[in-house]
């Protein structure tokens, strides 16, 4: 019961930090807000290393490497079957493999096993993430198989951080997500550093590459991205005139963390539960964002999504009981 209580908390933590992120992107690039969003992570991390405790132990720390390596693969898949779309498909497509991935994994390799509620449960999960995560109002298009294989691929790679992290040593503590956001800042700085010298080489101030871009899509340094507020090039400018850049900045340091705030909490659930049961739960993180967007930003949640959050906490209910 705790396990799925921390990974259900952990699932609309990663929402509320990607509703910050969303935000941020559409004043700044989306790989500059991961980027800073996996320093701040880091920073955090880092400070509380210490005050959680933990046993240093190598293997554990490039676990947490490989499941950064994990993440920042996310991220990249995910922009680009974004930006090829539809959205509407590709999204919860992604979503539910980032759910299937580990949780065959847990059933079929390490053996887990659930009582007959539990499989319930993950049923009913897996269809509460596809209806959570449609995105109403987009023209039915069939996805390109470009499209489905990017998706597809960024699903694996979410679903490979779970994995990843659930190899590590109970008594590690938070050094695995240490290493973890060491690798996404390293990859996405030297991101950013690089779109900053061509910049320069053509002539251009190199701040110049700080500015999003359409569309604005935001996303956590995990590879979860704020499919709820991506918007086109109109809407795009709007927002950006309307987020200074120096607010812009604040969110971006608190996705980060609360993205690791997130990241703790799932973890810790890895340790105390089954991969199968958290990754089914975790996959339930549009849940939080589009909360949040409700209740702050009052924008409308469809009829469909309603039904996917009702079934979101009946399965985290019944996954409980499991």
């Known amino acids: 019961m705790l396990s799925a209580a921390l990974a259900l908390i952990g699932a609309f933590t990663y929402g509320a930090a990607d509703f910050l992120g969303g935000l941020a992107a559409k004043r700044l690039r989306s790989i500059v807000v991961t980027a800073v969003a996996a320093i701040s992570g880091l920073v955090a991390l880092a400070a509380a290393l210490p005050l959680v405790g933990g046993v240093w132990s190598l293997p554990d720390l490039l676990w947490g490497i490989l499941s950064g390596a994990f993440g920042a693969v996310a991220i990249v898949l995910l922009y680009a079957c974004l930006a090829i779309g539809p959205m509407s498909i590709l999204s919860p497509l992604t979503a539910v493999v980032s759910a ?45 198989t470009r499209g489905l294989v990017m998706a597809v691929g960024a699903g694996l790679a979410i679903g490979g951080f779970l994995i990843v992290i659930a190899q590590t040593g109970d008594e590690s503590g938070l050094l695995p ?52 507020r991506a918007v086109g090039p109109g809407a795009a400018a709007e927002a950006r005139r309307a987020t200074s850049r120096s607010r812009a900045w604040m969110l971006a340091i608190a996705c980060g963390i609360g993205d690791a ?27 939080g964002t589009i909360l949040l967007a409700a209740l702050l930003l009052r924008e409308r949640v469809a009829a469909v999504q309603w039904i996917g959050l009702a079934l979101a906490l009946a399965a985290g209910g019944m996954l409980a009981l499991a």
């Open 100 to 144: 299937i991935a580990p949780m065959l994994w847990g059933l079929i390799i390490g053996g887990e096993q659930l009582s007959a509620i539990g499989y319930a449960g993950l049923g009913v999960a897996l269809v509460a993430v596809v209806l959570v995560g449609f995105i109403p109002g987009e023209k039915v298009v069939r996805p390109s």
């Open 261 to 287: 705030g997130a990241n703790a909490l799932i973890l810790l659930a890895l340790r105390e539960g089954q991969l199968s049961v958290v990754s089914a739960l975790v996959a339930l993180y549009p849940a």
């Open 177 to 228: 997500l240490v290493g973890n956001r060491a690798t996404n800042a390293l990859i996405t700085s030297t991101v950013v550093v690089v779109l900053m010298a061509s910049a320069v080489r053509r002539g251009r101030r190199a701040a110049s590459v700080l500015d999003a871009r359409s569309p604005a899509v935001g996303a956590a340094p995990s590879g979860h991205a704020d499919l709820e």
